[in-house]
Every structure is written in C-alpha cells, then in structure tokens.
C-alpha cells in the first residue's frame, strides 16, 4: 500500500459550513483500515467536531495541511484559498454549467490543479457512491412538519439547527401528535424521499397507497410516496416506461392535478430536471381545489418543479410566504390564505454531525480503496475528475465553453 496523507481543510465559504468529510472515529478507523494512509487535520473553530475531539484520538490537528497529498473538503472552495498544483476533494457545483461556480473552475485551470468532485463518484451503474441526500430528507420533512404546524398555531418544534442530533430533534417528534386528518404527498424514490420518510414513519404518521390517498377520507393524518410514474405520463398516451422518462422527460406531461384537491402538506425530494414538466403551475395555485397551504421545496431547484419556489431561504429564516392573488413572495405566515414555503438549500447542514457521520462511513467503505489505489488510475476516481494538472479531462471537455 502507497504512502498517503489527506488533509481535511477547514470550510472557508460564507456562510459557514460545519459539517466535515470524516469524524475523528472515521479518521482512526481510516488510518486503522488502511495502512500507509495518514490524516491531516486543519483548525478549525466552525467545525460540529472540535479540534480536541480529533486531538483525543491521536489524529494531528496544525493549522496548515498543505503539505498533504489529497485536500478534502464538503463546500466549494472559495476562489482566494485554492493552493496551486494540489489535488483537491470536495461538491465544485459546476458540471452543471452553474454560472455561480464558473471562476472556480477557471481558476482550478488556471492553478494547475487536479479536482476530483464528490457528486460525480459513481459505480459502474451510474449510482452515487457518497451523498448527503438521506439528511436533506430528514431535515426537510422535519422542517415541512414545523413550518405546518407553525403557521396553523398547533405546535412549536425545535428547528432541527438547534438540535444537538437527530436523537435530540426526536425529543421533538411526540408534539406532532396534534396535527389534523391532513395528507402529506411526497415526491421522489431516491435518498432524499427515503430520508423524509424515515422521519414520517418514526412520527407514527400512517402511510397509505396511492389510490386510498386519492379517494377515501381518513381521521388521521396519513402520507404517500409518489414515483414519477403517479404524476406523469407520456404526452402521446403510450405506457409508462421509466428509462425513457429519465432520456427523454420533455415528452412527458404532469398528471399531479389529481393530487391537489387533496393534499395539505407537500414535501418535495424527486430529482428534477429543466426538460421534465413541473408539478403544476402558477394559474393551478389560483384555482379553487387547490388545496396545498405548506410545501417543503427538499430539492430547492429554483423556479424549478415547484413554480412558488422563486427564492432559496436560508437555515436561521427557512420560510417565505408565497401570496395567491399578486404571486409576490411575502414573510413567512403572514396571511392565512397564503402558501408557506420551505425552501432551504443546505439542509444537511442542520444536522452537521449525523450527516458526517454517514458521509464518513461511505467514504472509507465506497471511496477510499479508489483513492489509495496501489495501480494508479482507478476507474471510479477516473469518472469524478473533472481537471487533472490544470486540464479538463476527456469526460468533461463539455465545460470548454462554460471556463472560456
């Protein structure tokens, strides 16, 4: 096995992030699992682990890593603070062509550096290999519950932020016992859809099918899991067929008008993507049956899928109202006949030491046999790098014109 060293820098974008790739236990069991590899740890005052926590388990804590092989990282790194020639791990947001980003990439270029990018780790299969998406879930179901009961006066919940873990925002969960017979839909069957139905199933909130959620009356409140195959459909009338959704969605048309008499609560987590149709549209919201009064945006996609996420919010502010009659977004709660929105895009951050946990355990068991890799190149590693040296890489020369 090769001599490695990698260094967890210290988060440097604003706001601030406190999560980190690997926990102090995930440091040890790394170094422990792996002989040859040693980890690095920058100080760092915003961290949900202290330095002493990594301190207490032989990991070094200096205040320069730059020394190290691999720099690890979670958020983009801010422009100033990139070191030339390294090789760095962390979400750029950029094989989007996300304009945010785009001096990022260029100065990666520009640095000579090599980046290799989280969300792009992948098996053979295509799948994610390390996501925070199961926390964004949780967080975001967790949220849509305080911001419903908030804005109906029936409870008052501990924002997630303010919980020390999940364990302690699950002292929260038994004022939940006063909501109302309402529906909850939610949308999505990936990590994020898992994640928000774990918290509703530990809330003891009943699920139902598809079919009873449409058309029968229940004395409780009840939820749904809804594929893209519940709300929508080929436009020329052929059968459903999941792959083509995915190649071709600008073929496909929303059926989910069948779900807005009834529903009370949305929390949405399925991926969307800009040629797929959104759920509904602004001229649904002003019809009569349309019932909806709090939507949790997971996905955030801006003037995305949901048409009345016109803004992200953010952790400490994580509501806007969205007003029916002038289509203005207004404070949260305002009036009664607005719809509440929750739209935070950094939700894993609310729960930063659980989320690292889970980050951790798939890095060492998904990622870190790629990265110490005895015969050079791996292939898994191969698919994520998005510059080596300076250079975009074969799979990413798409990006020439976003860095030109």
Known sequence: MRHLTIGLIREGKVPPDKRVPLTPKKCAEAEARFPGLKVVVQESAIRCFSDQEYRDLGIEVRPDVSDCDILMGVKEVPVAQLIPDKTYLFFSHTVKKQPANRE?????????????????LTNEQGERIVAFGRWAGIVGAYNGLLTYGRKHNLFQLKPAYQCVDME???????????????????????RVAQGAVEVLNMMRIRRVSVYDYLYLEFNEPVYTQLRSSDYNRRRDGRVWDTPDFHRNPHEYESTFQNFLPVTHLLIACAYWH?????????????????????????????????PTTKRASSIQEPAFDYNCQTRELEPAYSRPD??????????????????????????????????????????????????RHGQLTERYQYLTDYVA
Do not use: W
Request: aromatic share 4%; proline share 7%; glycine share 6%.
């Open 104 to 120: 990022l990439l260029r100065q990666v270029l520009a640095r000579n550096i090599t980046l290799i990018d989280y969300e792009m």
């Open 168 to 190: 302690d925002m699950q002292e929260e969960f038994f004022k939940v016992k006063r909501l109302p017979p309402i529906k909850i839909a939610v949308t999505g069957s990936g």
């Open 274 to 306: 800009p040629a797929a149709p959104r759920l509904f549209t602004e001229d649904d919201i002003c019809q009569p049956g349309f019932c909806i009064n709090t939507i949790a945006d997971v996905t955030c996609d801006v003037n995305g899928s949901i």
């Open 338 to 387: 607005n719809i509440t929105v929750m739209a935070v895009d950094n939700l894993p951050c609310e729960l930063p030491r659980n989320a690292s946990r889970d980050f951790g355990r798939q890095l060492i068991d998904n990622v870190l046999p790629h990265l110490v890799h005895e015969g050079g190149a791996d292939e898994v590693v191969e698919r994520a790098t998005i510059a």
